[in-house]
T-cell receptor, first 113, second 113 residues
Framework: AQSVTQLGSHVSVSEGALVLLRCNYSSSVPPYLFWYVQYPNQGLQLLLKYTSAATLVKGINGFEAEFKKSETSFHLTKPSAHMSDAAEYFCAAAKWTGNQFYFGTGTSLTVIP | DTEVTQTPKHLVMGMTNKKSLKCEQHMGHRAMYWYKQKAKKPPELMFVYSYEKLSINESVPSRFSPECPNSSLLNLHLHALQPEDSALYLC????????????FGPGTRLTVL
């Protein structure tokens, strides 16, 4: 069965510091992988998606993620945190067939001024 | 345009009321989804419509009744809800199946008194 693990339910960084949010998937076949961001009382917004075309995926708002098959990881990074990055971040995986997404439990990012 | 709209934004209802949530997309997507999300938790899949046919029902209680009148519209009819049904209800759509990106609406915040 597909599953997604996000290490660290809460991450705090200082403004201007590196943001690193961790995501690991469990699958013998690398799935499609996604990062979504959710601001309070809003829907999920797509940050980026891995489709096997490139291992380093660039997304919106300066975020990027690197797919590492050997580590079954898809960690999200941003070189310099902004106050506006404070939100909940979800990693998700989807199989090549079927409709279902498998969400991680989410990581709440706090940015300290 | 990657917009999914949902109405209403907020809904307060008593346990004996009947109400409906509405979701609309004009991206030509053929798969649409209802999710339930509790605070600080990932979205939980409720229903999936694929080509206007219900393809997944995740053992949701019958007090929730989905309807897909056409390929652009998705409704969720609510009847005799319980206070524990209070949550953010998210609609999403994707082009098709097989790991396609899901685009989420802003959600309806439902409170059951």
């Amino acid at each position: 069965a597909q599953s997604v693990t996000q290490l660290g339910s809460h991450v705090s960084v200082s403004e201007g510091a590196l943001v690193l949010l961790r995501c690991n998937y469990s699958s013998s076949v690398p799935p499609y992988l996604f990062w979504y961001v959710q601001y309070p009382n809003q829907g999920l917004q797509l940050l980026l998606k891995y489709t096997s075309a490139a291992t380093l995926v660039k997304g919106i708002n300066g975020f990027e993620a690197e797919f590492k098959k050997s580590e079954t990881s898809f960690h999200l990074t941003k070189p310099s945190a902004h106050m506006s990055d404070a939100a909940e971040y979800f990693c998700a995986a989807a199989k090549w067939t079927g409709n279902q997404f498998y969400f991680g439990t989410g990581t709440s990012l706090t940015v300290i001024p | 345009d990657t917009e999914v709209t949902q109405t209403p934004k907020h809904l307060v209802m008593g346990m004996t009321n009947k109400k409906s949530l509405k979701c609309e997309q004009h991206m030509g997507h053929r798969a649409m989804y209802w999710y339930k999300q509790k605070a600080k938790k990932p979205p939980e899949l409720m229903f999936v419509y694929s080509y206007e046919k219900l393809s997944i029902n995740e053992s949701v209680p019958s007090r929730f009744s989905p309807e897909c009148p056409n390929s652009s519209l998705l409704n969720l009819h609510l009847h005799a809800l319980q206070p524990e049904d209070s949550a953010l209800y998210l609609c999403a759509s994707s082009q098709d199946t097989g790991g396609n990106t899901q685009y989420f609406g802003p959600g309806t915040r439902l409170t059951v008194l």
